[in-house]
């Protein structure tokens, strides 16, 4: 059974930090990953989506990497911001029977973040 | 606005009433995703359908829960005979094929 486990749970930084949000799951056999930001009591907007035979992806300030055999994705902030503050999820969509995606993804607790003018 | 779009947004009811939420998603997307999120929780995928066909639902979706996709377009979700534990957000996304999902804003359910 997969799960995915993002560590810390919360964190709190000053403006201007570069961060890194770790995300971690059980079974290696994703088809991709996907970070999402969330705001309170809203949708989910999507960040970066890293397909399984890529090692990572940038959008902006924003980099995530992939590490499949250990189970392992990182997002990476620079310079943060006051609006970078939010809760932001890591999901794995896992592969299914014939070798496309199961179709649903498996999420974590996600990481609230808040950055601090 | 091109994105997911849910309606309504928050919905209070009794306990034992039926709910129904609909989701329209992106107009080219062919898969359409529901999960229900509690708080301090990530999301928990509930069922999804590719065009009009329900492909696989989650052992979270009791008997009182139902959801249609018609015509392979919107989709509704009903929930019969609401329990407090129903409370919760309750969200949509599409995404074509196995490409990146977007999710709506969500509709924010309260059982009293």
């Known amino acids: 059974k997969q799960e995915v486990t993002q560590i810390p749970a919360a964190l709190s930084v000053p403006e201007g930090e570069n961060l890194v949000l770790n995300c971690s799951f059980t079974d290696s056999a994703i088809y991709n990953l996907q970070w999402f930001r969330q705001d309170p009591g809203k949708g989910l907007t999507s960040l970066l989506l890293i397909q399984s035979s890529q090692r990572e992806q940038t959008s902006g300030r924003l980099n995530a990497s992939l590490d499949k055999s250990s189970g392992r994705s990182t997002l990476y902030i620079a310079a943060s911001q006051p609006g970078d503050s939010a809760t932001y999820l890591c999901?794995?969509?896992?592969?299914?029977?014939?070798?496309?995606?199961?179709?649903?993804?498996?999420f974590g607790k996600g990481t609230k973040l808040s950055v601090k003018p | 606005d091109t994105g997911v779009s849910q309606d309504p947004r928050h919905k209070i009811t009794k306990r034992g009433q039926n709910v129904t939420f609909r989701c329209d998603p992106i107009s080219e997307h062919n898969r359409l995703y529901w999960y229900r999120q509690t708080l301090g929780q990530g999301p928990e995928f509930l069922t999804y359908?590719?065009?009009?066909?329900?492909?696989?639902k989650s052992r979270l979706l009791s008997d009182r829960f139902s959801a249609e996709r018609p015509k392979g377009s919107f989709s509704t979700l009903e929930i019969q005979r609401t329990e407090q534990g129903d409370s919760a957000m309750y969200l949509c996304?599409?995404?074509?094929?196995?490409?990146?999902?977007?999710f709506g804003q969500g509709t924010r359910l309260t059982v009293v």
């Open positions: 996304a599409s995404s074509l094929g196995d490409s990146e999902a977007f």
């Open positions: 999901a794995v969509n896992r592969v299914g029977n014939y070798g496309g995606s199961q179709g649903n993804l498996i």
């Open positions: 359908f590719q065009n009009e066909a329900q492909l696989e």
